[in-house]
């Protein structure tokens, strides 16, 4: 199913070859890439066929790493090899410590992005070299510089950036659908995801899509839901959720997670732990639930009203809301919302794939696809970008002196004139910081410059600082010394744990030594990941009987040469972990050990490939 490649007439003489360009939205909780083809942005479905992969990372001993749906199910089963949320870290020191390495978030997000690019490669037929990724309105220099990298580190060239609230613009204006007839309109993005809430307001007329403010919480997202609800569950069982064993807390995340989603569809619902003979269940209803998480609700609104006061903005100005985000999916936020946001403006059309349709998009555009490429779209700085001034009533702790405010649009350049602080000042020392915070000490330190002055008095000597800030999120300062015209500029590198090319070649060799499951391999994987988990999760007789099961499986793999054999027990197998699953997610209260030994006996179908598991199970037991 091969895609030409795109081809570029360069002054009607050179034809240049293009690789493939493709969007991602590399998210939190889940990511998804998408591609222009025919005109539109589609999505990019992974190897097992689903378009979101979940942005979870694990590794065992044999040098695999699994990324997605397989990485998820080994968050229970190999909590210890398993990460997941490291996004919220890109661009800080933190590391992680699985299988006996250490890697940062950016090779973690490496790996979620090679798996992307392997699937895309596969989908479309031809390789894939360039991706535009996505990133939250507010994700500072260093965050941004680290997405780059990972993208790098999987082999891709990542020119581009965009900001998720402008890519969730992209694709509600439609330009998914040529032909549209598009009128002038100001959207509110609320774009609710796992880990994070971003708000942004964005000005759109003819083909231009201006953000006009951001604003968010970078620590609220649907696993505080998550969160309350296990806490919730905790409290009644007389638990105490942080002093458990790490697996049985993602059991009942897990469990959480699931009950939280089941509320979109029912008012009431039962959320089952089952571990290891622990069973325990909780009713749970969306009225108990939006009680519970009072606190979360009144977080909300708060970026809401934030970016309407910094676009002077009221509500009736808004033309559109967006709902973006697997959170905007519970009834409870949207009902909420609606006391804030007439409710005729509320458009929740694919939430989850919005941002990635508008990534995709941008993919076109840059690909000059001939459909789009009139579309400009703008930027704006997310956080104010200043200097420290000296605090006439605490010397110790300067002030932070605006120079571009933040929801300035990109390029942008301003200029501001200090003096000397103090008597026979040799040189004026210029600090660039990023942040809101009174105290430059509360924001973050993007470098300094120093430059030489006259010899005066306080005050007399004066220098000119200009900001530019780039499309790409460089900021570049120039200093001018006002009385001998001597000037300095310097490129504001941020970050000194950012990788350095040195750095990243051997990166790159590491990552590469790491195996993914052959796609083709995936499915079986997947069903192994999953029987590994339950296995984990359950006791007894039904332990027993999926560990047996799962030997099967291997001894079948390892062994058996008809793919017709393999397949008719795979289907077998998917039937009986499915039906397991479910069993230990609906227990009824008065669960008994013997109940899950019966429970699989009753199961037993009539079917050849069965047969020939009995055959194999009793050989396996006299050998
Ligand atoms: P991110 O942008 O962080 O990657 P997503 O937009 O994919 O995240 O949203 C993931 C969040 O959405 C998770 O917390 C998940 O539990 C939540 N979610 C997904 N589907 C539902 C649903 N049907 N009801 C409630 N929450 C949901
Ligand atoms: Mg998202």
């Known amino acids: 199913m091969g895609i030409p490649r795109q081809l570029t007439a360069q002054r009607g003489k050179e034809v240049e070859i293009m690789g493939r360009i493709i969007g991602i939205d590399l998210g939190t909780t889940n990511s998804l890439a998408a591609v222009w083809q025919e005109g539109r942005s589609r999505l990019i479905p992974n190897s097992l066929g689903e378009y979101l992969t979940p942005s979870v990372v694990s590794f065992d001993d044999k040098g695999m790493v699994y990324v997605g749906k397989i990485a998820k199910e080994r968050l229970i089963s190999h909590p210890e090899q398993t990460a997941s949320v490291f996004k919220r870290f890109m661009g800080t020191e933190k590391t992680y410590f699985l299988g006996g390495k250490s890697y940062r978030p950016e090779e973690l997000s490496a790996l979620v992005l090679r798996k992307l690019k392997e699937d895309a490669d596969r989908y479309l037929g031809d390789k894939v070299d360039e991706a535009i990724i996505s990133v939250p309105a507010y994700f500072n220099d260093m965050a941004r510089k680290a997405t780059k990298d990972a993208g790098a580190l999987a082999?891709?060239?990542?020119?581009?950036?965009?900001?998720?609230?402008?890519?969730?613009?992209?694709?509600?204006?439609?330009?998914?659908?040529?032909?549209?007839?598009?009128?002038?309109?100001?959207?509110?993005?609320?774009?609710?995801?796992?880990?994070?809430?971003?708000?942004?307001?964005?000005?759109?007329?003819?083909?231009?899509?201006?953000?006009?403010?951001?604003?968010?919480?970078?620590?609220?997202?649907?696993?505080?839901?998550?969160?309350?609800?296990?806490?919730?569950?905790?409290?009644?069982?007389?638990?105490?959720?942080?002093?458990?064993?790490?697996?049985?807390?993602?059991?009942?995340?897990?469990?959480?997670?699931?009950?939280?989603?089941?509320?979109?569809?029912?008012?009431?619902?039962?959320?089952?732990?089952?571990?290891?003979?622990?069973?325990?269940?909780?009713?749970?209803?969306?009225?108990?639930?939006?009680?519970?998480?009072?606190?979360?609700?009144?977080?909300?609104?708060?970026?809401?009203?934030?970016?309407?006061?910094?676009?002077?903005k009221k509500t009736l100005e808004i033309s559109k809301v967006a709902l973006v985000g697997g959170s905007c999916k519970m009834p409870a936020v949207q009902q909420y919302l609606r006391r804030f946001l007439p409710e005729s403006q509320m458009s929740v059309s694919n939430p989850d794939y919005v941002v990635a349709l508008g990534v995709g998009i941008y993919a076109g555009i840059k690909e000059r696809s001939e459909d789009i490429k009139d579309i400009l779209l703008t930027d704006i700085c997310p956080f104010t970008l200043g200097t420290g001034v000296q605090n006439g009533a605490d010397a110790a702790n300067p002030i932070m002196a605006p120079i571009i405010e933040r929801n300035s649009t990109l390029p942008c350049s301003r200029v501001q004139r200090f003096q000397t602080a103090g008597d026979f000042q040799k040189t004026v020392k210029i600090d660039v910081y990023q942040g809101e915070e009174y105290y430059v000490k509360d924001n973050i330190c993007l470098g300094e410059m120093n430059v030489e002055v006259p010899i005066a008095l306080k005050g007399q000597e004066s220098v000119t600082v200009r900001y530019t800030y780039d499309i790409n999120g460089i900021l570049i300062v120039d200093v001018k010394v006002d009385s001998t015209g001597r000037e300095a500029s310097q490129i504001m590198m941020t970050g000194t744990n950012t990788i350095t090319p040195k750095e990243m070649e051997s990166l790159v060799k590491e990552l590469e030594r790491l195996k993914m499951p052959p796609a083709e391999n995936e499915e079986f994987q997947m069903l192994f990941a999953l029987g590994e988990r339950l296995f984990a999760q359950s006791t007894g007789g039904l332990r027993e009987e999926i560990s047996r099961r799962l030997q099967y499986f291997q001894y079948l793999m390892d062994k058996e040469q008809d793919p017709y054999r393999i397949m008719k027990?795979?289907?077998?197998?998917?039937?009986?972990?499915?039906?397991?699953?479910?069993?230990?997610?609906?227990?009824?209260?008065?669960?008994?050990?013997?109940?899950?030994?019966?429970?699989?006996?009753?199961?037993?179908?009539?079917?050849?490939?069965?047969?020939?598991?009995?055959?194999?199970?009793?050989?396996?037991?006299?050998?």
Not at 617 to 623: A, C, E, K, V
């Open 569 to 623: 027990w795979k289907v077998n197998l998917q039937g009986f972990l499915e039906s397991a699953g479910e069993y230990l997610d609906t227990m009824e209260f008065s669960w008994q050990q013997e109940d899950d030994d019966s429970w699989y006996q009753e199961r037993k179908e009539d079917e050849e490939s069965e047969e020939e598991y009995i055959r194999w199970y009793d050989g396996h037991l006299t050998s």
């Open 155 to 312: 082999g891709l060239h990542v020119e581009r950036i965009i900001n998720e609230p402008s890519a969730a613009a992209l694709a509600c204006r439609g330009w998914n659908q040529s032909s549209m007839q598009r009128a002038d309109e100001t959207l509110l993005v609320f774009d609710f995801g796992g880990g994070t809430l971003d708000v942004s307001l964005v000005d759109c007329f003819e083909n231009v899509i201006e953000i006009a403010a951001v604003s968010g919480d970078n620590h609220l997202g649907g696993s505080d839901f998550d969160r309350v609800i296990a806490e919730l569950f905790c409290s009644e069982n007389l638990l105490v959720l942080d002093e458990l064993p790490l697996k049985r807390q993602r059991v009942i995340f897990e469990s959480a997670a699931k009950a939280k989603c089941a509320l979109t569809k029912e008012e009431h619902t039962v959320m089952t732990v089952s571990d290891e003979g622990y069973h325990k269940q909780m009713e749970l209803s969306s009225r108990k639930l939006i009680q519970s998480s009072m606190h979360l609700f009144h977080r909300m609104i708060v970026p809401v009203q934030s970016v309407l006061n910094d676009a002077r």
